[in-house]
């Protein structure tokens, strides 16, 4: 257990440094993005499931047409914004790994003309190691993220594909009605 806090200590101390604040800066702007999509997920939900879909007859009412279109463009427009930020966020997601690596070769480039001079200058070495190990935290923590909110999308994006299939079809019916009168 001191080992995992030392380790800790070493990359909390190192957290500042070039390559790293970039890394930092990263998760920061994936974590906003992460609350954007997050916040999108949870007010789509509560659009799909207004009071007017509930199962409490004293409080329904039936919608007009003009009604239930402008809900519907609602809903395809929070899905839209939804969908949009999502995607967002799985690519910074995936992008951790990659700015780990990024740090990892620019501090050992910096390492190679130390190595031919005077041995190998260990704080050079150090830097390439901590953005490693930052890019990977942070890709780990954000696809844990990930597995949760990609539920919610998937399921609100099958909830407004149900609620426009139903509406299409109340639509036909009324139609055929409105025909054979």
Aim: charged share 20%.
């Amino acid at each position: 257990m001191q080992d995992f806090f030392s380790f800790l200590g070493t990359l909390l101390k190192s957290l500042f440094t070039t390559s790293d604040i970039v890394i930092l800066l990263w998760a920061i702007a994936t974590a906003v993005i992460y609350w954007v999509t997050y916040d999108t997920t949870r007010r789509l939900r509560g659009h799909l499931w207004n009071k007017e879909r509930r199962a409490n007859p004293k409080e329904h009412r039936e919608q007009t047409p003009a009604e239930v279109l402008e809900h519907e463009d609602q809903a395809l427009e929070m899905q839209g914004r939804m969908n949009q930020f999502y995607a967002l966020f799985a690519n910074f997601t995936a992008i951790f790994p990659l700015l780990g690596m990024l740090g990892t070769v620019k501090a050992l480039v910096m390492v190679a003309p130390a190595l031919s001079v005077d041995g190998a200058d260990v704080e050079q070495f150090f830097h390439a190691l901590t953005s490693t190990a930052w890019g990977i935290i942070f890709a780990v923590a954000f696809k844990v993220l990930d597995s949760f909110i990609s539920v919610r999308v998937a399921s609100n994006n099958k909830e407004l594909d149900t609620l426009l299939e139903r509406n299409s079809a109340r639509r036909s019916a009324e139609k055929r009605g409105a025909y054979e009168a």
